[in-house]
C-alpha cells in the first residue's frame, strides 16, 4: 500500500499499536464523518443516472446500514469502538470549520452539486483512502489490545 510507506504516523500504528489517548482521538475525530457518510452516500447515489452503477451503490448502502440488522451498521460498530475507549458517542460534536466538518461538507456539497462522475469521484476516494486506513489501525488495535476484537470490529 504506498499510503502505508508514506506516513511515518501509520507505520509506527501498525507496528507499534495504538495507545488509548490516540484511540480516544481517533475516535472524536472520524466519528462525525462516519456518522455522515450515509448522507453522502446517498446524495452521491442521487446523481447517478446508469442503474447498474446506482444499484451497485444502494446495495453498498445497504450493506454500510446493517442490511437487515441495524446493530450491524458502520455507525452502530464505529460506535461500540467509541465506547470501548470510554468515549459517549453522544457527547462527540462536530466542530465547525475542524478538518473534519470541512471534509464533510465538501463531500456532501459535491455530491449534492453533482454531476454524476463528481460525485463517483467523492465516493470512490472515500472508500479508496479508508479501506487501507482501517486496516492499518486493526493492525494497531490488534498490537495494543487497547480494545477487544468484538470492540474493534468496525476496523476490519
Not at 452503477?53 to 442490511?67: F, K
Request: charge should be negative; include cysteine; hydrophobic fraction near 40%.
Amino acid at each position: 500500500l504506498p499510503l502505508r510507506s508514506q506516513s511515518s504516523a501509520l507505520r509506527h500504528i501498525a507496528a507499534n499499536g495504538l495507545s488509548l489517548p490516540v484511540a480516544q482521538e481517533l475516535a472524536r475525530q472520524y466519528y462525525p464523518a462516519n456518522s455522515a457518510s450515509p448522507q453522502i452516500m446517498s446524495s452521491g447515489i442521487s446523481q447517478i443516472w446508469d442503474e447498474d452503477l446506482r444499484h451497485h451503490l444502494v446495495c453498498n448502502l445497504y450493506d454500510e446500514s446493517g442490511g437487515e440488522d441495524v446493530k450491524q451498521s458502520h455507525i452502530a460498530l464505529l460506535e461500540r469502538f467509541v465506547r470501548g475507549v470510554g468515549i459517549d458517542p453522544k457527547s462527540i460534536q462536530r466542530i465547525p470549520k475542524s478538518p473534519a466538518d470541512e471534509l464533510i461538507q465538501t463531500f456532501l456539497q459535491t455530491c449534492l452539486e453533482g454531476p454524476d462522475y463528481r460525485a463517483l469521484a467523492i465516493l470512490h476516494s472515500f472508500e479508496d483512502l479508508f479501506a487501507p486506513l482501517c486496516g492499518l489501525i486493526a493492525e494497531g488495535i490488534e498490537r495494543s489490545g487497547v480494545v477487544d476484537h468484538h470492540t474493534g470490529e468496525f476496523f476490519r
